[in-house]
């Protein structure tokens, strides 16, 4: 449904990716391929102690990748979300940044702020967190009418397996 170009050779096959790094795509991401790219951080995190949770925003065809580094970085807001924004932003030179930003979990208000502060013009995400999403769950940030950017949201993408990457996590710490 929201396949954008199915002819793109699989640019990065086999390519890992390093958090808060840049990355060439050749062509356009399918919302699936992002948010597979965003589960293989996600892990990463999960593997590292944090909570695992990734994002890839992909703009002007440069990918940027960020996993949760909460935990090891000691820093409440080193979400995924906002790493990628910083890196994109730092690349880039400028924080009107827009693009895709593919993330495994709805965002957390915090997040959802940067998004619409950084013009991010679509999101694609995972799970929804019926705890603290605030891309529709507990708070609508992005469809309220005191932000004046308007991002375009597509939830539920690959939500099955995004969940179970959450819940194994928390199982095992259990
Ligand atoms: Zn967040």
Redesign the pocket.
């Known amino acids: 449904m929201a396949q954008l170009d199915s002819a793109s050779p699989s640019e990065g096959e086999g390519c890992p990716f390093e958090p808060g790094r840049e990355h060439i795509s050749a062509g356009g991401l399918s919302d699936e391929d992002g948010i597979r790219r965003a589960m293989v951080l996600a892990g990463e995190a999960g593997a590292a102690g944090d909570a695992p ?1 990734g994002a890839v925003l992909a703009v002007d065809g440069r990918l940027f990748a960020a996993r949760n580094e909460k935990e090891a970085r000691h820093d409440p807001t080193a ?4 790493l990628a924004i910083r890196a994109a932003a730092e690349a880039l030179g400028r924080w009107r940044i827009g693009g895709s930003l593919y993330v495994t979990k709805e ?6 702020g ?1 998004i619409a502060a950084a013009r991010i013009e679509r999101l694609v995400y995972g799970c929804r967190d019926p705890k603290g999403g605030a891309a529709g769950s507990v708070i609508d940030i992005l469809g309220s009418a005191a932000v004046n950017h308007r991002v375009e949201v597509i939830d539920g993408v690959l939500a099955e397996e995004t969940g179970a990457q959450l819940r194994a996590f928390f199982a095992e710490r259990r």
């Not at 979400?79 to 906002?82: S, V």
């Not at 965002?107 to 959802?112: N, S, V």
Request: hydrophobic fraction near 60%; charged fraction near 10%; aromatic fraction near 0%.
């Open positions: 949770i979400h995924a979300e906002l965002p957390c208000a915090m997040c959802a940067a």
